[in-house]
């Protein structure tokens, strides 16, 4: 246990902190804690669909087709889930990093035991992982910014 003043915590994937939500700490004022940055999309994250595993995949499918049948473009934030429909915007939050990026659904897989999603090479990049090559992540359904009715994420069929 640690005294009330150290600031060198990090926030990790599960437990009660989960349980309370992640902006829980900054709202019970515990110090030299932060609110994760908000996409610059103008979407702010719902609540939590999948945790898990995420890996990257880029230059040997760079240009060959994805499950939906556009070209793969390594640059572009996109993933490959294995029940999402494709289209569907999933917003994937870093808790390691803490950084966040909203894909969208192009492609199947991951086929690696124990993995959730695989990235674009940018989308891991953009996560702060792509020399890593893998993440502990938390994807999380896009709502729409306050006064727009669009649905742009489902929930998963477990």
């Known amino acids: 246990m640690r005294c009330a003043n150290y600031t060198g915590f990090k926030a990790r994937v599960g437990g009660a902190a989960a349980e309370r939500g992640a902006d829980a700490s900054v709202r019970d004022g515990a110090p030299g804690l932060t609110a ?42 996109t993933a490959a889930h294995k029940t999402l429909p494709f289209g569907t ?3 994937v939050h870093n808790p390691r990093t803490g950084k966040e ?4 659904i192009n ?21 702060g992982f792509n020399a890593r090559g893998h993440d502990a992540v938390v994807l999380r359904e896009v709502l729409p ?11 998963l069929d477990s």
């Open 36 to 77: 994760p940055q908000q996409p610059s999309l103008g979407l702010r994250g719902g609540r939590d669909l999948q945790r898990g595993v995420a890996s990257w995949y880029g230059p040997g499918f760079h240009g060959r087709r994805t499950a939906n049948g556009e070209k793969f473009d390594m640059h572009e934030l």
């Open 107 to 127: 492609d199947r897989g991951p086929f690696i035991k124990g993995r959730v999603i695989d990235l674009s090479k940018a989308a891991a990049k953009a996560l």
């Open 89 to 91: 915007r999933v917003l």
């Open 145 to 155: 910014e306050r006064g727009n009715g669009d649905i742009v994420a489902v929930g």
């Open 101 to 104: 990026v909203v894909v969208r």
